[in-house]
Nanobody, 124 residues
Framework: QVQVVESGGGLVQAGGSLRLSCATS????????MGWFRQAPGKEREFVVA????????DYADSVKGRFTISRDNARNTVYLQMNSLKPEDTAVYYC?????????????????WGQGTQVTVSS
């Protein structure tokens, strides 16, 4: 089993920044892929960004490219999402997904483990 815990959400004004963290524990592997997804009220969950444990492969959704930056600390089994220039449309619950192995995918079904989510609210 793998435990996934997100943190760092909150309320911020448009143009502001937040940094989300996603920590994993349990039966994790050295090679893994982690992805951030978000779900706004009344909308489907959407892909935000994914990274492989090597850090060599990253995929950003067009909507966040240039504003969000993902990074990882393998020693801490943690992935970070630095979110800058936040917009009201970024408001959502942000979820972190984990999967064993290197597969840079935007499909949520490919991630076997999820955290409980962290709320990000951007006011205009």
């Amino acid at each position: 089993q793998v435990q996934v815990v997100e943190s760092g959400g909150g309320l911020v004004q448009a143009g502001g920044s937040l940094r989300l963290s996603c920590a994993t524990s349990g039966r994790t592997f050295r090679t893994y892929t982690m992805g951030w997804f978000r779900q706004a009220p009344g909308k489907e969950r959407e892909f935000v960004v994914a990274i492989t444990s090597s850090g060599g492969s990253i995929d950003y959704a067009d909507s966040v490219k240039g504003r969000f930056t993902i990074s990882r600390d393998n020693a801490r089994n943690t992935v970070y999402l630095q979110m800058n220039s936040l917009k009201p449309e970024d408001t959502a619950v942000y979820y972190c997904g984990y999967r064993d192995g290197w597969l840079l995918t935007r499909a949520g079904a490919e991630y076997g483990y999820w955290g409980q989510g962290t709320q990000v609210t951007v006011s205009s």
